[in-house]
């Protein structure tokens, strides 16, 4: 089943802040983030494991409550660049084989 | 860096034709996947390939789809008989275990079929 992010748009003025929550109905093994342009591949963000780890790459941040299934994506003092969508990704490890099911997508548009 | 590489970019074909998508993922990565994503809208999951087979397919990945993994490196999806709904972006993507954990999954650039 696919993760459920909120919101699912938002519009930001250049340096506000932003938080993007994705939640599983499944046990998680691993939650990615990855940003889109428009007619682009995903770009990978982060990935964070298990064990409530939080993360932070330049000015974005991320956490995972593994006992919640659900991550959150922190943007701070927002810039032109980070407009896309955003997408996060679980993944539910079986022993086998790892899948990376996409959630619903966050659409942010960063203005001036 | 190393990159998963997808050809062609663009494909136009006409309904009923059989179309293959062709991806070159990274060369020590052991698992292989089909993306696809309809105009706008998520990125859905088709198909897992790991160890020469099948690990795990979609509702989406009917008998119409087919993947193969012909020669070691390249990596390909075919669609037989496509029919318009099949128009989207296709993702081929590859992963590996990373230390600490969790797999790292790359993504090709995309290829865009267009339905006629």
């Known amino acids: 089943q696919q993760p459920v992010q909120s919101p699912q748009a938002v519009i930001l003025r250049e340096g506000e802040d932003a938080v993007i929550n994705c939640s599983s109905s499944k046990a998680l093994y691993s939650v990615h983030w990855y940003r889109q342009k428009h007619g682009e591949a995903p770009i990978f963000l982060m990935i964070l494991l298990k064990g409530g780890e939080q993360k932070g790459h330049d000015k974005i941040s991320a956490s995972f409550n593994e006992k919640k299934q659900q991550s959150s994506l922190y943007l701070t003092a927002s810039q032109l660049s980070y407009s896309g969508t955003y997408f996060c990704?679980?993944?539910?490890?079986?022993?086998?084989?790892?899948?990376?099911?996409f959630g619903t997508g966050t659409r942010l548009q960063v203005t001036l | 860096e190393p990159e998963v590489t997808q050809t062609p970019s663009h494909q136009v074909t006409q309904m009923g034709q059989e179309v293959i998508l062709r991806c070159v993922p990274i060369s020590n990565h052991l698992y292989f996947y089909w993306y696809r994503q309809i105009l706008g809208q998520k990125v859905e999951f088709l198909v897992s390939f790991y160890n020469n087979e099948i690990s795990e397919k979609s509702e989406i990945f009917d008998d119409q789809f087919s993947v193969e993994r012909p020669d070691g490196s390249n990596f390909t999806l075919k669609i037989r008989s496509t029919k318009l709904e099949d128009s989207a972006m296709y993702f081929c993507?590859?992963?590996?275990?990373?230390?600490?954990?969790?797999?790292?999954?790359?993504f090709g650039s995309g290829t865009r079929l267009t339905v006629v």
């Open positions: 990704g679980t993944d539910t490890f079986t022993g086998t084989a790892s899948k990376l099911t």
């Open positions: 993507a590859s992963s590996e275990f990373i230390a600490g954990g969790g797999y790292g999954y790359t």
